[in-house]
């Protein structure tokens, strides 16, 4: 079985879509944790804010398996269009951060959206250089950031 940590963000009918984007995965991978729910400023453009939630999943695809077979349908199921702004309002996003504790999104150090939900998870991940904790560095973003926990929704 392999590990992975999910994201999931949406800020068309966030709400509604993230429900629906747990229940798909859940009939595709075993779902073993949810971090809290965050709201997030839109980056990049203009926008309303996301929901943003971590997810830890076990499953039986590798990598690849994992995007093809379950993250791709799971978008497509809810409605995503891709267009060239790749910052445009979504109903679903959902991205592959950690996969058997290998970071699949090296950037996930510098993006509140992603630091976030994913050291609720994962507080003790290391950097890979500066061997700062994910939970100290996601203490300095909120500092700098438009992010809060939403703790009027909870999704199970």
Known sequence: ?????LL????????????RAITLL???????ALSRPWETASIGSPGPNYIN???KVTTEF?????????VQPVEHALGRMRSEDKNAPRTIDIDI???NGEIAE?????????ALP???LLPDLLHPISNVKLHEISQHLTQSYQAFVRTDLHFA
């Open 1 to 5: 079985m392999n590990t992975a940590y």
């Open 26 to 32: 859940r009939s595709l991978v075993e779902i073993n």
């Open 106 to 114: 090296p950037k996930l150090w510098e993006r509140p959206y992603e």
């Open 53 to 55: 939630l971590a997810l």
């Open 118 to 120: 994913l050291a609720d």
């Open 62 to 70: 590798d990598r690849t398996g994992l995007k093809e077979k379950v």
């Open 97 to 99: 951060l950690v996969f």
């Open 8 to 19: 999931i963000g949406s800020n068309i009918d966030p709400v509604e879509n993230t429900c």
